[in-house]
């Protein structure tokens, strides 16, 4: 018989390939759950973002109604100021 090198490599056995099989399984496993696991995020990251959206709006709204309520709140004490003013002046 003689040594020449062999052209074709030996040929894997079956378990080797049922292992290349299985792992190549898992990886597609683990791809499809991680595409749906990203999408899960990207959905609560919009909803996070309309939810802030929306309380940031809220928030600019409630600040200009404290701004309005403290100039009425303003206005009635130099109303009601004068008023005593004047009883003042009335009773002197």
């Known amino acids: 018989m003689s040594s020449a090198p062999r052209l074709y490599p030996d040929p894997p056995d079956s378990?080797?390939?049922a292992s290349l099989e299985e792992r190549i399984r898992k990886t597609v496993e683990m791809v499809a759950t991680l595409k749906s696991e990203r999408d899960e995020a990207i959905a609560e990251r919009e909803r996070?973002?309309?939810?802030?959206?929306?309380?940031?709006?809220?928030?600019?709204?409630?600040?200009?109604?404290v701004e309005e309520l403290r100039?009425?709140?303003?206005?009635?004490?130099?109303?009601?100021e004068k008023l005593l003013s004047q009883m003042d002046t009335l009773a002197g």
Do not use: F, W
Request: no cysteine; glycine share 4%; charged share 40%.
């Open 48 to 65: 996070i973002e309309k939810a802030a959206a929306g309380a940031l709006s809220e928030n600019q709204q409630l600040r200009r109604e």
């Open 15 to 17: 378990d080797s390939l």
């Open 71 to 80: 100039r009425e709140r303003n206005a009635v004490r130099t109303r009601i």
